[in-house]
């Protein structure tokens, strides 16, 4: 795939499903956002912190799939190379943890316990299609080079470092030009 067309696929695929879950169904349970904010100290700051860090790092997460791996985050339109790179040097599912995070973030800023518990329905969702249709696609397509990733890298809590768990991994990996 080129990367106009990688890119073009990834923002209609960031559109449908990151901008679904994280953006109009929480607005919806919110009632449009017209919630009031929280009035607990330290949560509304928090929530926007939340959001917007996590925003960039999904933001970045999408970018990895256009440029390094040349194709989406789509299962219709999956990348030519495993995208190991940048944030997924640190966490296997970014994308996954930053929708999350953002949920939360919003949870947060409303004190919205339906949001938690949307935000913990849609966890076990992302968990269960990881580990039931996108490792094993992806240890199918990959093959040693997932496998070594996989090892080295945590599935969805982030690593600060990436020391001496991503060196075997570089070695391994057919990104490693990127690693």
Known sequence: MRTRQAIAG???????APGMVAGLLPWLLTDRYRLP????PGLVP??????VVAAALLLHAFARFAFEGLGTPAPVAPTEQLVVGGIYRHVRNPMYVAVLS?????????S????????????????SFVKFYEEPTLARRYGAGYEAYRRAVPGWLPRLTHGAASKSCRRRCK?????
């Open 175 to 179: 990104a490693e030009a990127i690693f």
């Open 102 to 110: 953002i949920i939360l973030g919003q949870a947060l800023l409303f």
């Open 37 to 40: 904010w929280s009035t607990q």
């Open 46 to 51: 928090f929530g926007w912190v939340l959001i």
């Open 10 to 16: 990834s923002a209609l695929f960031f559109i449908a």
């Open 112 to 127: 919205s316990w339906a949001l938690v518990a949307y935000a913990t329905i849609a966890a076990i969702a992302m968990v």
